[in-house]
Each structure stands twice: as structure tokens, then as C-alpha cells.
């Protein structure tokens, strides 16, 4: 079923079920909010003369190039497949552009998503699969594999873009085996054809280079019972790997965001006795963090913001309420003086020209779903390339708040509510009728940005809260561990921001719906099993319903019984806790209207 046509059977059961009160404005057609974004994503050639954006029409994507200085030529476009979900597009070089998509595939009956890159000549609009296994045994056959002598599901894994050898690229992947143990290789762009830089190495998964594009780091994990982490790293000015434990301080699953201009330097995240993710230098060859870049107290930083040339360290990045950018040293840049510009939007890097002066950013803000915009200079005016959703207007959509409440044991819950557009004063905040809406993951989170569920949900005259009960990301490791040891306390948070929605007079306690997706969708009806006299109704999709299933299904795959102990399992005390905790055993505990939807081909 498709997610506008999903939507809308939701739309009548929720009119059914609650009877929400409507504004005298029509609201936006359920499709408005299910359709795909017409942007997805798009890049600037290295000389800023073309665009490459990934857009949408009718239900499916397609490659648009078009001329920058030329806006009456016609743009020349490439039809993308059905099953074809894009990641993101990027120019190789002046001719070439990389598409990074996802596809469903069936594998002896089992539905599996598999990743590719398609390489397209600008010029003659001629493509292909830049590496595809089944070119070894035989082409596919629509979404199902062919007989194909090598099973290989990761062909679009980009270690390095080598800006300085634009006809090539640095991939992994191996030709022997699922990627166990991946090669390093070098892939000419436009033909596919490669060389082993770095034969795959046993326990090794992923490969880093560093500024020069020089191969340094490989990490991994065992094939042991405890997925034992590895790290190796290759010296600067020799061939020689050595082991993690030569390096004091460095854990092999140190997260590592890259190198200095210096070789010897890695950028590293560290939490440094303190309970939240910061950014620190740790050189090689005195083997210590010698300084910090930036430590935020409250939130977990998420990556570095370097010059154009990579060399310089400028600024860092971490999500507070929305995503925020922390400028070093005085350090300015394009998008700093956009977001000076645009006070209250968030603006998000797209891409850039290859000497940095021309931009491509996204503007948005809770009740606005998102512009392209292209900025040459910080003295030119930004012209906007077209809307994410051109069918949602900005006064179509409720404001966004960011709320807090106290959970039962006094752990302060940061959440996100919104509100029907009709609502525009703080005193109309009474009675309304809510959707509860908890995070997918669950190991996510939720942030003050433009939600096209929750704005749906809002249209139809509804209060969304979403809150970011413990085990969400990004605000430190003892809210994390706190979740991810104990999925009773997760749920324990939605049930406590729904009483405290009805404790503030905010919600009408007899027009409340809990809803999500995945995670989100187990939490629904675990609302509908333990707490029935709070809900009207429980909507889930995708959602994991059998935990001892799901636990003993995951260890088909590799890593899988690990992953699924850490992810899972950890966060329950026993057996009988797990089956507690299973919305299919305790099924006949809920006595609320239910409304289940689940994808014919679930990748997960």
C-alpha cells in the first residue's frame, strides 16, 4: 500500500475514532504530505555551471541535470527504476555524476534492500551499475537476483572521492565473498574498471584514508562471540599496520571523523570523563589526545566542519533542540552568513563548488518543508531552486514547540509538540485532541525540524507529542544506556508524557491515539496492551511485535546475535520479561481499536 493511500485510511479511522474538531479551512489532501519530496537531493559540478538533483514526479525519482547559466535549455533528465530508493548524487568530475541508490531485491524468498552506484555521462546521458556482482553469473531479472556466481550486497561504498584524481574513486567491496572481508580498490568512474590498492584483510569492515587519500585506518569486528572490535592503523610514511593497543586511550571502536592536514592526527570522538560525546585530536605519534576541539555539555557532537581544502578544523556540529553549528576561532563561513540571514530556519549544507564560493543549502523550519537554495558569495542574493513539498505552504502547517516533562522519576524528557494550525494562542492549548507519536530506532531521536507525519496528523486538527524518552540519541550516554538497558523505562516515558499532556489540561484525556513507525509502532501497542484507559486507539506500522522471535531471527546474519543482545536483549531482565513485553503475547490485553500496516517487502 502506498504511503499516501495509507495515510488516508489512517485520516478516516482517526475521524471515526476521535472525532476531532476541524478549522474552517480545508486542510492539505493526505497525498500532499504522503507524496515523495520533489527534491531529494542535488549537487553542484566543480565548476558550479550544472546541478545534478535527484527529484521526484508522479511516485518515482528521476536524474535532473541542467544548466546553471542557461535557464531556458531544456534540462536533460534519466528515469530511475520503480524499486530505486536514491541516498544522494555527486559530480565525479566535469562529466561524470555518481547516483548512491538502494534497491529491493529477493533472495530464495527473502526481501532484502542491496546498495549501488549508477554513473551517468552528462554529456551523452549514457549510464550503468558502475560495480555490479551479477555481471559475474548472469544479468537480473526485474528485482529478483539472477543466478549469479557472487552474492554481494554492498556495491556502493565510498572510502575516498580522490579530489585530486577525478576520473577514479576508492570503493570496498571483494569479489569473493559478501564483503566479509572487503578489498580496497580503485574504480575508474566512468567504466567501472578497478585495482587493488589493499587486499581485504580478515576482521577488517571498513577502510579510512587520510587527507592525501592515503589508506590508514581499517576497523572492524570479529567473528566471535563477543563481535570483538578491531582497529589497525597503517603508518604515515611506511607500510606497516599496528594494532590498537599500541596506541593508549585509542579503544578499537573509537569513533574516528577523519585526519588533520597533519597525517599523524586523527579527529577523533571521546567522551573524556564526561557523559557526552566531544571532539578531540589524538596524535599518533605521541600516542595521547594532545587538545580539544569542541565538548558540549548538554549534547553529543556529531562531526567536524573543516576548510575547503579539509586541512583546517572550523567549526563542529551537535542537534540541540534543532541542528546546530559551533564556529571556531572566529571562523566564518557561506552557510554561518545564511544562517545569520535566515534567523528561525535551519540551513543545512547540500553541496559546493570545487573553490568553495558557490553553495547548495537547504532552508527549513518546522512549519516549512524545505527550499533549495543556491548562494554565490556572501554579497549575492540566494535564488531558490524550488520547494521539497511544493503542495504545503507554510500557513498551512502548526507551529513546532519544544516542551519538556518530568518523568516519574524526575529525569526531565525533552519533547516536541505540535499543534493544529488553527491554534495561533497559547490559551487554545486546552482540550485538544493528541496523537502520541514516539520515535522509530529506538535508538534515535527527535528534533524541532519539519515532520511531515506529525504536520498531517496537525492539518486534521490534532496535537502531536513526540518525546525523546530515555535510550534516544544524542544526549549523552547515561540517557542512552539508561533506554537501552531498560525498555520498560522507554515506555514508561511515553506514559508519562501522555499523563502529563492531560495533568496540564492540554489534551481532552477521551481523544488521545497513540501512533509510530517500527519502534515507534512496538511502543503503540505496548500503550494499547498496558495502559488501555489512556488511548482511544493504537496505530502501528512496521512494528516489532515478537522480541524472542526478532532476537532468534537476527542470528542468521552476521553480528546478528551480538547486535541483537546489545540492541535488544540487554534491555530486558529475563524470559518472562521479554514475554511480558511482546505486544504478540499480550495481545488480548488490548481492548482499543487498532489499526496495523506492515510493507509487503520489509528490508529489516
Not at 145 to 163: K, T
Not at 347 to 352: E, F, L, M, N, P
Not at 542 to 568: K, V
Request: proline fraction near 5%.
Amino acid at each position: 500500500m502506498r504511503l499516501l493511500q495509507l495515510l488516508s485510511c489512517l485520516f478516516l479511522f482517526l475521524l471515526t475514532s476521535l472525532t476531532a474538531s476541524q478549522g474552517k479551512a480545508a486542510p492539505p489532501p493526505a497525498e500532499a504530505f504522503g507524496e515523495l519530496p520533489a527534491i531529494y537531493d542535488a549537487a553542484l559540478s566543480p565548476d558550479a555551471t550544472k546541478i545534478a538533483a535527484v527529484m521526484s514526479q508522479d511516485g518515482r525519482y528521476y536524474l535532473r541535470i541542467s544548466e546553471i547559466n542557461k535557464p531556458d535549455e531544456a534540462p536533460k533528465i534519466s528515469g530511475l527504476g520503480e524499486t530505486i530508493k536514491p541516498a544522494y548524487v555527486k559530480w565525479a568530475n566535469e562529466e561524470q555524476v555518481i547516483l548512491s541508490f538502494w534497491r529491493s531485491e529477493e533472495l530464495s524468498g527473502v526481501p532484502f534492500r542491496s546498495g549501488y552506484l549508477y554513473t551517468l555521462n552528462t554529456e551523452t546521458m549514457e549510464g550503468k551499475i558502475l560495480v555490479d556482482p551479477r555481471t559475474a553469473g548472469g544479468a537480473s531479472t526485474g528485482s529478483r537476483l539472477g543466478n549469479s556466481a557472487i552474492f554481494r550486497q554492498f556495491n556502493n561504498v565510498v572510502v575516498d572521492w580522490l579530489e585530486d584524481d577525478p576520473n577514479h574513486i576508492l570503493m570496498a567491496y571483494s569479489d569473493k565473498d559478501n564483503n566479509l572481508t572487503p578489498d580496497l580498490r580503485r574504480v575508474n568512474v566512468a567504466t567501472g574498471n578497478d585495482s587493488i590498492v589493499h587486499i581485504g584483510i580478515k576482521d577488517i569492515q571498513r577502510w579510512q584514508t587520510d587527507r592525501s587519500g592515503r589508506l590508514r585506518i581499517a576497523q572492524g569486528r570479529k567473528d566471535d562471540k563477543e563481535a570483538t572490535a578491531v582497529l589497525r592503523i597503517q603508518d604515515a610514511d611506511n607500510d606497516y599496520w599496528r594494532e590498537s593497543d599500541e596506541f593508549p586511550g585509542l579503544r578499537a571502536d573509537t569513533n574516528i571523523f577523519g585526519f588533520t592536514s597533519d597525517p599523524n592526527e586523527l579527529i577523533i570522538g571521546d567522551y573524556q570523563g564526561q557523559d557526552t560525546l566531544g571532539l578531540y585530536i589524538y596524535d599518533l605519534r605521541e600516542k595521547s589526545i594532545t587538545r580539544k576541539i569542541y565538548h558540549n555539555d548538554t549534547y553529543d557532537a556529531s562531526g567536524v566542519i573543516t576548510s575547503k581544502d579539509g586541512g583546517e578544523i572550523i567549526g563542529a556540529n551537535y542537534t540541540a533542540d534543532t541542528p546546530q553549528t559551533e564556529m571556531l576561532d572566529g571562523n566564518d563561513t557561506i552557510l554561518q552568513y545564511m544562517r545569520r540571514t535566515f534567523q528561525g530556519f535551519t540551513i543545512d549544507y547540500v553541496d559546493q563548488s570545487q573553490d568553495g564560493q558557490t553553495v547548495l543549502f537547504k532552508l527549513s523550519s518546522p512549519y516549512h518543508p524545505g527550499a533549495l537554495m543556491m548562494v554565490e558569495g556572501k554579497d549575492s542574493k540566494p535564488v531558490n531552486l524550488g520547494s521539497y513539498y511544493p503542495d504545503l505552504k507554510p500557513d498551512m502547517l502548526g507551529e513546532v514547540i519544544p516542551v519538556g516533562f518530568s518523568a516519574r522519576d524526575g529525569q526531565r524528557i525533552p519533547s516536541y509538540v505540535t499543534l493544529p494550525p488553527t491554534v495561533t494562542d497559547t490559551a487554545q492549548i486546552k482540550n485538544l485532541p493528541f496523537i502520541i507519536l514516539p520515535h522509530g530506532g529506538p535508538y534515535a531521536r527527535d528534533s524541532q525540524r519539519f515532520d511531515y507525519f506529525s504536520q498531517f496528523f496537525a492539518s486534521r486538527g490534532f496535537g502531536v507529542l513526540q518525546m525523546n524518552f530515555r535510550g534516544s540519541e544524542g544526549f549523552g550516554q547515561a540517557f542512552e544506556k539508561a533506554g537501552r538497558e531498560n525498555w520498560t523505562i522507554m515506555q514508561e516515558d511515553v506514559e508519562d508524557g501522555t499523563r502529563w499532556l492531560i495533568e496540564k489540561g492540554y489534551a481532552d484525556p477521551d481523544r488521545i491515539c497513540i501512533a509510530g513507525w517500527s519502534y515507534g509502532g512496538y511502543a503503540s501497542l505496548m500503550g494499547a496492551a498496558k495502559n488501555p484507559e489512556l488511548y482511544q486507539c493504537s496505530i502501528a506500522m512496521a512494528a516489532l511485535t515478537d522480541i524472542r522471535a526478532h532476537i532468534n531471527d537476527q542470528r542468521d546474519y552476521r553480528f546478528g546475535e551480538q547486535s541483537a543482545e546489545r540492541f535488544i536483549g540487554a534491555g530486558f531482565e529475563s524470559k518472562d520479561d521479554i514475554k511480558a513485553n511482546s505486544p504478540v503475547k499480550i495481545a488480548e490485553d488490548m481492548t482499543v481499536p487498532l489499526f496495523l500496516a506492515h510493507g509487503e517487502l520489509d528490508q529489516q
